[in-house]
């Protein structure tokens, strides 16, 4: 290579690795591309430098490395000068006011990326546009970000983590001025206005310097105090936490959570958990564990069951690396261990935050002033529970960013928002972050778990009473992984313009007959007067849902962060109708039918979710 020059024999790529190097100031990365140019490996080149990753609602999710496919110093600098510019057009106080930003512990050794880096990085390219920066001294849980943008009123939040990604990776998540994710139109505008920024300005790589500066602060000790005075809020039975004999297991998955659940299980007086020794420091290599993600279920958990099996506790609480998530198992009076969905701990959570809303509040009329969330793939318990009980309930799109959205709305116009979920285990039980939080919910789940004990009841005693008494609601979720976005559209295509069906949607899947049709890409709604959808619609990702004629409801939809198609079945029946086993079978023989006749596996070459 010579003076900086490069030859791949494709000019744009030459341009891009050129701007690369005179631009990279980390000597990793540097000469991780300097080898690749050097031994012609022009595929391994295209892969880092063909398309910049895209920031959408949820920020960045992409692996760390070098080039603008991946998470690393360079590319973190780009983003926060877009994120700052953007926030300098947008608001008129960000130098008053400030951001925060929050990182976990992920660390890729090859390419001296990691969170701690990324978010000092950040924090320069803030502090040299004046403005101040609160930036964690350590580690945190992602709902300490939200939290404290809400807690001392900043412009904006950011932190960086890739949740329960696998550990090559890492992301970078920008919550709004209101405490919530972003959504459309500020990604757009941030995307943009990275674009612009994409040279370095003179400070941004100034790290060392930038944590001298007098606009950088360390609100960890303040905001660790303000967030478990603020989440005791939630805790109403501080006796029945003092004296309870039931043992329970921690697991923080080598992610930031453990000594944040500790001292959240101390603001609720409950017994400290017993923490899974392996797995309870942060490491950013998962060692112990396939997947760092709770909610596939058994794996994970291995380690938690044997403690559990030790010390002879009855229920395992773990979260996801980055602690906003939270999987529930209990054991069953066979022996066996029982994980519960995302929808059950949402209908139990559900339950027990209206239950101990309505022993504070003896006012009848209090109730109509009352909201729960949830996404729209989610369980429909809560619209069966808000039925009864008469408080509001309202659906969102997929995603916690819309519930928080949505939360702020309803909080500013005077209503009480208690509760909002999502069936990927994600929970909001405490206005105080709008966003998912699995310390929070670990703790309250704590104070639930106790209570019961004193009924001698278990969580699926509640459960199983829940359903009783406000109708089964039976789900069935998974996905198929698939790597080619044209098999991915040709399918949903596909679905639009259905066989048999003039330039339309299928009238049943198998001997099961379709009342409705939802499609959130095109804005299409059979169910509306004028056929248009209510929810916001996005053309840029894939999301049909069907209704059909048994009370079941089907949603397929694209992933925004990960290679999946997902799909989503609920049976919902009416109170009374306790066959359960007739019900999961007649959801079984629909999850078939659709597996069968919409996905068709074998001709799309999709691989199934690895049991």
Known sequence: MENGSTTTGDEDLDQAIGLWLQYDKNPKTVSMVQELVKDGAVEALKKGFSS????????????????????????????????????????????????????????????????KRFASLAAAVFISRGVPVHLFSDIVPTPFVPFTVSHLGLCAGIMVTASHNPKQDNGYKVYWENGAQIVSPHDK????????????????????????????????????????????KHCHHRDINKSSEVKIVHTSVHGVGHTFVQSAFKAFDLHPPYAVEEQKDPDPEFPTVKYPNPEEGKGVLTLSFSLAEREGATVVLANDPDA????????????????????????????????????QNSDADAVKNLYM??????????????????????????????????????????????????????????PCVLDKDGVSAAAIA???????????????????????????????????????????????ERLRKYPGQKDSYPSECGRFSISAVRDLTTGYDSNQPDKKAVLPTSSSSQMITFSFSNGCVATLRTSGTEPKIKYYTELCAAPGNSDVTHLKKELDDLVDAIVENFFEPQKNKLQPKPE
């Open 189 to 232: 505008g941030i995307s943009k206005a990275i674009e612009e920024n994409l040279e370095p300005w003179p400070e941004s790589w100034n790290a060392e310097e930038a944590l001298k500066s007098p606009l950088l602060k360390d609100p960890y000790q303040d905001v660790h105090t303000q967030y478990f005075k603020a989440i005791q």
């Open 324 to 359: 906003d998530r939270l999987a529930i198992a209990e054991k069953q009076e066979s022996g066996q261990w029982r994980v519960f969905s995302g929808n059950e701990l949402g209908a139990l959570l559900g339950w027990w935050m209206f239950r101990c809303w309505k022993q």
């Open 373 to 430: 969330l949830s996404s729209t793939v989610s369980s429909k318990i809560l619209r069966a529970i808000a039925l009864k009980e008469g408080f509001h309930f309202e659906e969102t799109l997929t995603g916690f960013k819309w519930m928080g959205n949505r939360a702020r709305e309803l909080l500013d116009k005077g209503k009480s928002v208690v509760f909002a979920f999502e069936e990927a285990i994600g929970y909001m039980c405490s």
């Open 446 to 492: 704590g104070e639930m778990i106790s209570y019961l004990a004193t009924k001698n009841g278990s969580l699926s005693q509640q459960l199983t009473t829940v359903n009783e008494q406000y109708g089964y609601h039976i789900s069935k979720n998974s996905y198929f992984i698939c790597h080619d976005q044209d098999v991915i559209r040709s399918l949903f």
């Open 52 to 115: 910049r990753m895209e920031f959408g609602t949820a920020g960045l999710r992409a692996a760390m490395g070098p080039g603008i496919s991946c998470m690393n110093d360079l590319t973190i600098i780009q983003t926060t000068q877009g994120f700052c510019h953007y926030l300098e057009e947008s608001l008129e106080n960000l130098k008053e006011r400030g951001v925060v930003i929050g990182y976990d512990a992920r660390a890729h050794p090859p390419s001296g990326g990691n969170s």
